[in-house]
């Protein structure tokens, strides 16, 4: 008659050789030999760790006896993607950011005031996606990467504050692989969408989504879906109506569409929302917080064009800097723009403005800046109380060079503004305060054919002017050559 003990030395046996068949992690089956082994067995042989028949310490047991229990206590917190929020990232949502993320149709475009956690939302979905679907592809994507980790960001915060980090294989700044074989990658769109080119995509999520073409939407993220039946996120703040975003807000099924203002967001008062309409003006007002879509038919710098000059900067310290400085005024904000010339192109490195800040102190600042980054030139509007600043910037050892903003004046800095974008010569970033300032910008024509500008109710455009005269101070150093 056999004994316990033998009985379970020779299943001991069996599963040495046979192995029992249970998988771990959905991919290696049970065998003792390999170092992979499921709860079952390890129930019933605890013992033999300490008896040196298994191949991995009892430390290591331990652990695989709690990431199978581990595994068994997730799963139900999975079948419900709030639940998942609330329960294993500890973020409890508002419930229209519950119905957005129980909303399982393959596409989706959320049109989003300020303040309404859509990044929180992206963050949410991408993850919970990710552990729901193994081996699945899930990408985020905005204009630019920088933009793009802004976001993903906000993924490895849930992921390191969470149990999630212990179903994580590997992370890095751009990349989420989880033990499922699920990853979250980070990307930029670029102009043309060839950093995207390659891929096959269970899920894309695009974060201002405005900002990207729409032919890259269409032509590349789009395809990259196909052969998954993948899910397409479109978040964004509304722009200009020439855009895929606007197409799908007014085209796509009603149950595909939220609109969501600011003032949906509870945490955010009326008084603080009518504060907010009177010092920004009501056209921008009605864009930033109550999501609706402009047109900027008038504006000198349209969404469309701003769209197309969207990129990073390169990694690399080289080129020289040409700096813009606007000294703003009583009612107007000081501003400060540098770029970069790599290779003939002007990429925007650097943008400040400042309200309520003395013109000696905001001078000293970007002393500092040339101290730091030594400016090659720096062109300042010397228009009313130019000429003190001008000598003060020459004793702060700055290679000031002023510029009076004629009306003639202006039309030459904005016109080669315009140009260089039209060319694809001048990179911005994912910059909001910069390219409201630009999109604010207004203009009409004189009657011998000019152009007048002016600017939106309630923008500023101080920052804009900035960037046109840096940009012209490197037209001047012969650094750009029109083409």
């Known amino acids: 008659m056999q004994t316990e003990g033998e009985g379970l030395l020779n299943e001991l046996e069996k599963l040495l050789v046979e192995g029992c068949h249970h998988t771990v992690d959905e991919v290696v089956f049970c065998r003792l030999n390999t170092g992979k082994v499921c709860l079952n067995c390890l129930q019933t042989f605890p013992h033999l760790a300490k008896l040196g028949y298994l191949e991995f310490a009892e430390t290591k047991l ?144 695009v974060d201002e989504a405005a900002f990207i073409p729409s032919d890259v939407i269409e032509r590349v993220i789009l395809p990259m879906l196909a052969a998954t039946n993948g899910t397409l996120w479109l978040l964004t703040t509304p722009w200009d109506k020439d855009h895929i975003t606007y197409r799908a807000f007014t085209t796509w099924p009603r149950e595909w569409v939220y609109h969501l203002p600011s003032s949906i967001n509870p945490l955010i008062s009326r008084e603080f929302l009518e504060e907010q309409r009177s ?23 349209p969404i469309d064009l701003l769209r197309g000059c969207l990129g990073d900067a390169p990694q690399l310290n080289i080129g020289e800097l040409y700096g813009g400085y606007d000294p703003g005024g009583k009612d107007s904000a000081a501003a400060f723009v540098v770029v970069r010339c790599v290779d003939k192109y002007l990429y925007v490195v650097h943008s400040v403005s400042k309200r309520n800040i003395s013109y000696t102190q905001f001078t000293a600042e970007i002393a500092d800046y040339h101290k730091a980054n030594n400016l090659t030139k720096l062109s300042m509007d010397q228009t009313g109380l130019g000429n003190p600043i001008i000598e003060h910037c020459k004793e702060l050892g700055l290679p000031v060079e002023g510029v009076t903003l004629t009306a003639k004046m202006k039309q030459e800095i904005l016109s080669e503004l315009r140009l260089q974008m039209e060319k694809r010569r001048l990179i911005i970033p994912y910059d909001t305060a910069l390219i409201n300032a630009l999109n604010s910008i207004t203009y009409t024509r004189s009657r011998i054919g000019g152009y007048l500008f002016d600017k939106k109710s309630g923008c500023t455009d101080d920052l804009a002017y900035a960037l046109a005269l840096a940009c012209w101070g490197a037209k001047q150093s012969g650094i750009i050559i029109k083409v």
């Open 62 to 205: 331990d652990r695989l006896i709690y990431k199978e229990r581990f595994d068994e206590k997730l799963k139900p917190l999975l079948k419900d993607p709030a639940l998942f929020s609330a329960k294993v990232l500890r973020m409890d949502l508002f419930p229209y950011q519950v119905e957005v993320l129980r909303n399982r149709s393959k596409r989706l475009i959320l049109v989003c005031g300020r303040q309404t956690g859509k990044s929180t939302l992206a963050a949410v979905k991408l993850l919970y996606h990710a552990l729901t679907h193994p081996r699945s592809t899930s990408i985020i994507v905005s204009a630019t990467l920088r933009q793009s980790l802004e976001t993903f960001s906000k993924v490895l915060s849930f992921v390191e504050s969470s149990v999630v980090k212990m179903v994580v294989l590997k992370a890095t700044k751009t990349q989420i692989l989880f033990k499922n074989r699920s990853r979250i990658l980070c990307l930029p769109s670029g102009r043309y969408g060839s950093t995207l080119r390659g891929f096959t995509v269970h899920l894309a999520v």
């Open 279 to 301: 010092l920004i003006g009501e056209v921008r007002y009605r864009q930033e917080y109550e999501a609706q879509f402009i047109d900027d038919e008038s504006t000198y710098f």
